[in-house]
């Protein structure tokens, strides 16, 4: 097999790690998993119309993003409902555009699942732009936009303009996801972005190095997900996912500290000293 | 009009699917006033995709037969863990969901992506069927609903109280966590009755859109209940005929089970312009007043 899925692997992997980092931070998983369905629709019509998929899901998720900030914002309305109903039309509107086109099972599991082994060297160029300017935005504005998660209260204070920036980490969210739905698919891709953050959380308490630690993890998880794929024969955007999973699962049980056997051996050290 | 909304019924494959979607619809909808008072949308999200290798294992194991056992199976197991993974703290509950989510749903595809018919098999579990249902098929769904119905008409005042007053409900001797248990289990039990007829990807909507729809229309919890019960039958009928109407007489062929969930969005659409404009009516009568008091 040739390198571009392995390259697009470690480039989707640390895109994602780098972002999933502030969607850990911020409890933004249930958005992010809107956006991987919301943005589907773009993708077909994209297709449809015939211009590149990567800027018309991009555009398309734009569209979301403001559809999911305005909806949230209604009286009654809570973001976790307003988050349901756009992923459900975004999702249908897919389905329903793709079922009027011939080849629709074909197409639609390759949008579902992924398709990582048919990457071309121009998506790679594609994905490291991405990257770089996930990179330069994160590593301009990274300080404010950690201070938002933490203490929103905080950054109006300091006269930051709290709205936009969330906005803008939206809409890098929504960047990340399209760039890497192609590889790894619509409905696995949330779990990109989110295991390899989750899993540094469990290691890291400090931001610095928990983005270093989420990016590895889902270089890692490409990397090893892809192997096994073509091992086993079998689908390789699911076998990444799971290797992320995998990653996670370890992390829970033995992460100093916070994994289930650091807190299971602390807890007798906190009994009376007689119990022991 | 008649003829759109009456005429694709008569014949019996598509009266079949009729009777599910209503009866998917209208269960669906109640459980969905709960799903978003007590903002599940996510937990319920999670569990129409852990529900997926189920399917998968259940069809390997016993074709179609098998594909509601495994489902059940499944939903139980996912139910149970996403109760109890609610409780961990380091990590965020939405997290974990995420990760349970996708990975359940990675080995579902994996298991698939084995067979010869990878794609045709994919398709069909995750959008489901609903123009082959057959009778059986219909009496599980109703059997399940009226499980379903049944545990809500028995826990629905416990819920309510846990959902606005969590505290107050452990204060007054309830299990939060059983109650809990017990709505994650009614969710999944709508996952697994909708399946085979809509798949496992589209269950979501039901599960939610008519809830939210329904809220923006009333505070009441029993208009809501109805409202809801309203639109997700009206969404189930409405979507049929617009799928047979352009597939047939369009020759623009539509999958049911999408154009279900796009009328379901579309009542929603009407229900969040009816709301804001009674809402912005209440204020314009809300400011009058105030200016009349004002006005010496």
């Given at each position: 097999?040739?390198?571009?899925?392995?390259?697009?692997?470690?480039?989707?992997?640390?895109?994602?790690?780098?972002?999933?980092?502030h969607v850990v931070l911020r409890r933004l998983s249930f958005f992010t998993m809107a956006m991987t369905h919301a943005t589907f629709p773009g993708v077909v019509l994209a297709a449809i119309v015939g211009i590149d998929l990567l800027?018309?899901?991009?555009?398309?998720?734009?569209?979301?993003?403001?559809?999911?900030?305005?909806?949230?914002?209604?009286?009654?309305?809570?973001?976790?409902?307003?988050?349901?109903?756009?992923?459900?039309a975004g999702f249908a509107l897919g389905v329903a555009l793709l079922s009027a086109q011939a080849g629709f099972t074909r197409d639609l599991s390759a949008y579902l699942v992924g398709s990582i082994l048919t990457v071309r060297t121009g998506d790679l160029v594609k994905t490291a732009v991405v990257l770089a300017v996930v990179l330069a935005v994160l590593a301009a504005v990274g300080k404010e936009l950690v201070l938002g998660a933490f203490d929103r209260g905080g950054l109006v204070a300091l006269g930051y303009p709290a709205r936009r920036l969330d906005l803008l980490l939206l809409l890098l969210i929504e960047l990340t996801v399209v760039t890497s739905v192609p590889a790894v698919g619509t409905i696995l891709a949330v779990a990109l972005v989110v295991a390899p953050a989750a899993t540094a959380r469990l290691w890291c308490d400090r931001v610095g190095p928990m983005t270093a630690v989420a990016a590895g993890v889902g270089m890692a998880s490409g990397l090893v997900g892809l192997a096994v794929s073509q091992v086993a024969a079998v689908a390789a955007g699911a076998a990444i996912v799971l290797a992320a999973c995998g990653f996670f699962v370890v992390s829970v049980l033995v992460a100093p500290r916070h994994g289930a056997l650091a807190r299971f051996r602390a807890r007798p050290a906190a009994a009376p000293a007689g119990v022991a | 009009m008649v003829r759109l909304l009456v005429e694709p019924f008569e014949s019996p494959f598509m009266a079949r699917a009729l009777v599910e979607a209503l009866l998917l619809g209208v269960v669906g909808a109640v459980v969905s006033v709960f799903v978003v008072l007590r903002r599940l949308a996510f937990v319920s999200d999670a569990l129409t995709h852990t529900v997926f290798p189920g399917v998968v294992i259940g069809y390997l194991v016993a074709e179609t037969d098998g594909i509601v056992w495994g489902a059940l199976?499944?939903?139980?197991?996912?139910?149970?863990?996403?109760?109890?993974?609610?409780?961990?703290?380091?990590?965020?509950?939405?997290?974990?969901?995420?990760?349970?989510l996708t990975g359940f749903f990675a080995v579902g595809v994996i298991l698939v992506s084995r067979r010869s018919s990878y794609t045709a098999d994919l398709t069909a579990f995750l959008f489901g069927r609903i123009l082959t249902v057959d009778r059986q098929q219909i009496i599980l769904t109703a059997v399940i609903g009226a499980v379903v119905l049944l545990t809500l008409a028995l826990l629905g005042k416990e819920l309510v109280l846990r959902a606005f007053d969590p505290d107050g409900a452990a204060a007054r001797g309830y299990r939060v966590l059983a109650l809990d248990l017990a709505l994650n289990l009614v969710v999944a039990l709508v996952v697994v009755a909708s399946v085979r007829a809509v798949g496992t990807v589209l269950v979501i909507a039901l599960l939610v859109v008519p809830g939210a729809a329904a809220r923006l229309l009333s505070d009441r919890l029993a208009v809501i209940v109805v409202l809801a019960a309203a639109i997700g039958a009206l969404g189930g009928w409405l979507g049929l005929a617009a799928s047979y109407e352009a597939s047939v007489n369009h020759g623009l062929r539509l999958a049911s089970g999408a154009t279900v969930v796009l009328a379901l969005v579309a009542l929603y659409a009407v229900a969040a312009a009816v709301g804001a404009v009674r809402s912005s009516g209440r204020l314009a009568f809300a400011s009058g007043g105030l200016s009349s008091e004002r006005a010496p």
């Open positions: 097999m040739s390198a571009e899925p392995y390259v697009e692997a470690l480039l989707v992997g640390a895109l994602c790690g780098v972002v999933g980092v800027l018309g899901s991009g555009l398309f998720g734009v569209l979301v993003v403001l559809g999911v900030t305005w909806l949230s914002s209604r009286p009654r309305s809570d973001p976790s409902a307003a988050v349901g109903v756009v992923l459900s | 199976a499944f939903a139980v197991l996912s139910a149970v863990l996403l109760t109890l993974l609610a409780v961990n703290a380091r990590v965020t509950e939405d997290a974990t969901l995420a990760i349970l």
